[in-house]
């Protein structure tokens, strides 16, 4: 797959074990290789031209400029990379200055974000040792080892070794078009392994999610997790709990909504993850037969428009992550007399309150969702004019679209998905046959609700009857 990786040139190996603390496995740590161009099959044909003006003033300005992480890892599994980050000396202020479609960004990492349209170039500064004392540029951590603030600049050794995983440890230097693989990731590339680099344990203490950061890319990549890499996720995933749930949300999204979230949800669960992101899905599939097969259809519908390049919507994943807890619920509350739509709104409410505490969902998001969810309430109401309203809501698609995925993980009978299919695609004509059977055949609708009779007024006697 990646040939030519024999001749690497090689630095002094101990400048870069001396970053580790001592209690950290450093002897493991290999040389760094410096591939020349002739050698790996990076082109800059890859790249866009907003990376690369970006690469190129700052290297015109007297900077060093290198793309890192993911586009090259890409690029070196023969993909096409998509995000385009790049590592500088350059200060943020520095680049801000080079760039006046620019802004700096963060307080935890303070990065500059570089817009060309709709394109963002990220900019970061290489980072030091948090330990090292930098003047104002500091690190703060929490008594868990948490890293709160990380804005320790430092050279590009030290940034490499900061990285998470081996495999993005990668560095392309505009300079020669050499590629600095500073942890071994383009061996653990070719052996398709995803490796910490460090100490797991301490790395997944300054920030927790790399655990699920670990999961997404060995089920975006179909890499094998490291036996030292994977073993303490078990064990420390409670961590997960510290992390703000707005930057929980990002990191969801991350994970459900790129092409592959049926493996990832099944790594979250095996690593006993997924329950601190969604506690209470969690204990519903304990409860309710179908609850886990509704997730997974509904991942395999997301997977599958994603790689159609179709538009996918957070709120139709959530409304599946979450529409267990809502049942169960609702159900408790029917129980206590309180009648079906009251009691899935109320349900509703409480099911959303209890999530904002994990994983935060804005308000653009979590109102589409409650309309799918009302809505499975009025699909099977198929009489008169409610049928065409309901037709017409702006959420019917997205609804119908989750009837069929309950009708498919077996928590309801089938049949009226399929009504609804032939309604949508019926003629005038058809339209009033299928109206039709449901009236002549009204098992499973509810009856319709009474009208009101209006009462004839009596006419007034005029003088010419007296």
Known sequence: MIKGFTRF?????????????????????????????????????????????????????????????????????GRMPKDFDVATDATPEQVRELFRNSR??????????????????????????????????????????????????????????????????????????????????????????????????????????RML???????????????????????????LLQVPPARLFDEVLKLFMSGHGVETFHLLRDYGLFAMLFPEADEAMEELPWAEAVIERALTSTDRRVRDDRPVTPAFLFAALL??????????????????????????????SRQLQHVSIPKRFSLPMRDIWDLQQRLPLRRGKRVFQTREHPRFRAAYDFLLVREAAGEMEPGLGDWWTAFQDADEHEQRRLLGKVDADPAGTPAPRNKRRRRRRRRKPSNDDS
Not at 35 to 54: G, M, N, Y
Not at 189 to 207: H, K, M, N, S, V
Not at 340 to 346: D, F
Request: glycine share 6%; with cysteine; hydrophobic share 40%.
């Open 9 to 77: 040139l090689q630095s002094p190996g101990e400048r870069l074990r001396s970053l580790f603390g001592p209690q950290e496995p450093s002897a493991a740590l290999p040389e760094l290789r410096i591939i020349p161009r002739d050698e790996h099959p990076v082109s800059r044909q890859h790249f866009s031209d907003a990376a690369l003006k970006v690469l190129y003033r700052l290297h015109n300005a007297g900077h060093e400029a290198f793309l890192v992480g993911g586009c090259i890892r890409d690029s070196l599994l």
């Open 323 to 352: 529409w267990g807890p809502v049942q169960l619920r609702q159900q408790a509350l029917e129980a206590d007399g309180m009648p079906p739509i009251p009691a899935q709104q109320a349900a509703s409410q409480q099911v959303i």
């Open 213 to 239: 950061r670990a999961v997404r890319f060995a089920a975006k990549l179909d890499f094998d997790i490291a036996p030292a890499t994977e073993a303490p996720i078990a064990e420390l995933a409670e961590l």
């Open 104 to 209: 700096i960004v963060g307080r935890r990492f303070r990065i500059v974000h570089v817009r060309f349209g709709r394109e963002v170039i990220e900019v970061t500064t290489f980072r030091g040792k948090p330990s090292d004392d930098h003047a104002d540029h500091i690190a703060q951590q929490s008594d868990d080892g948490m890293l709160l603030r990380d804005n320790v600049w430092g050279n590009i050794e030290e940034d490499a070794i900061r990285r998470d995983f081996t495999i993005n440890a990668l560095y392309y230097n505009i300079a020669d078009f050499s590629i600095h693989d500073f942890a071994g990731g383009v061996q653990d590339i070719e052996d398709r392994t995803l490796r910490l680099i460090g100490d797991p344990a301490t790395r997944y203490r300054e920030d927790p999610v």
